[in-house]
């Protein structure tokens, strides 16, 4: 491989910037022409192919967002965008390609991978953590630390004035935001798509809080909680049921996925570019670098592809302990 070509693609996440320049600054360590592709998969059909060497990355390792801006692109899941994709790729002489993304973009480019028998490498950029074959992925960190840092602010006006908060943060299919969030800021509750505590428990739970004296109360739900209400229908119930409580709703939203990337997840991208880069000059393809045991792994995209990183049932037993 001459020439290997780096996009990111779906939803952003904070670290990625540092993953593009880690891909970046190895092609040139290793003397290997980069390219990056502007605006993910919509970008690799146009050709929207921009020459990279060190110094193009300069001062972005600390940004959040993607300077490659990422895209959703419809035209890559049928067979006739992928060939106008491939055809691109060959007239530019690129020889592999990574690609920094949640699992769509992974199942998108294990097909090309196995239509067009062209090398990828896929480097998990999410803030889910939601990816088999690694323990975290890139920006969870970042942005675990950005909710922790958001409930720790709502709990100062929540204790000034007695009040139960709600505070939904992301995670669709998994809770390891709001788990870990919601040990590190000290929930009384935390709701996550991988059990229902169910309605009466969290009744009992609240009252026995108000009862032992606490002052605020603060309950994170995962987006995509099982218990049946959203947040807003939370907050009614509860002020049915438990009148003794001021409710209030706090949705994070959007902010979860921005800001300046943590050193963890900054020291995981430079260590996941390099890897990315080396297995394409080794020859390797349709893996995904991930980090196990604190030591840079390699799992089939297939594999990873497979379901969803299972939630710490030990840290559930912990935060079950903390809220006494
Ligand atoms: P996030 O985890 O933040 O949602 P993602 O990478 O999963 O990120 P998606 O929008 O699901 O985001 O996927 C990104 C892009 O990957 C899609 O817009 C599409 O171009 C491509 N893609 C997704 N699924 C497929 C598929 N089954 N076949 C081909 N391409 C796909």
Redesign the pocket.
């Known amino acids: 491989i001459k020439k290997i070509a780096v996009l990111t693609?779906?939803?952003d996440s904070p670290g990625m910037n540092a993953a593009i320049r880690s891909v970046v600054r190895t092609c040139a360590f290793l003397d290997v022409e980069c390219v990056a592709i502007y605006r993910?998969?919509d970008g690799m059909i146009e050709g929207d192919f921009v020459p990279m060497n060190a110094r193009s990355v300069n001062n972005i390792i600390n940004k959040g967002g993607t300077i490659l801006k990422s895209?959703?692109?419809?035209e890559?899941?049928t067979p006739e965008g992928r060939k106008l994709a491939y055809d691109q790729l060959i007239a530019e002489g690129i020889g592999g390609f990574v690609v920094i993304?949640?699992?769509?973009?992974?199942?998108?480019a294990t097909?090309f991978n196995e239509e067009f028998d062209f090398p990828v490498i896929g480097i998990p950029g999410?803030i889910?953590n939601d990816i088999f074959g690694t323990r975290y992925t890139l920006g969870f960190d970042t942005a675990l630390n950005t909710v922790v840092d958001a409930i720790d602010k709502i709990r100062d006006t929540a204790s000034s004035h007695n009040r139960l908060f709600f505070i939904e943060v992301m995670g669709r299919d998994v809770g390891h935001i709001a788990l870990n969030a919601g040990v590190a800021a000290g929930a009384e509750e935390i709701l996550i798509p991988e059990e229902n505590l169910g309605l009466e428990r969290l009744l009992d739970s609240l009252k026995r809080s108000k009862k032992s004296g606490k002052s605020s109360s603060i309950v994170v739900v995962a987006e995509g909680d099982k218990i049946g209400k959203n947040v807003f229908e939370l907050k009614e119930y509860v002020e049915e049921h438990l009148p003794i409580y001021d409710v209030r709703v706090s949705v994070l939203g959007h902010m979860q996925r921005g800001g300046a990337p943590t050193a963890f997840d900054r020291v995981l991208a430079s260590r996941m570019g390099v890897k990315a880069v080396e297995a394409l000059l080794e020859g390797k393809t349709n893996l995904m670098v991930g980090i196990m045991d604190s030591k840079i792994v390699l799992t089939p995209i297939t594999e990873a592809l497979r379901g969803h990183t299972k939630i710490d049932k030990e840290l559930i037993r912990v935060s079950d302990i903390m809220t006494t």
């Open positions: 693609s779906g939803g993910g998969y895209a959703r692109c419809e890559f899941r993304g949640g699992d769509g973009s992974f199942r998108g097909t999410t889910d």
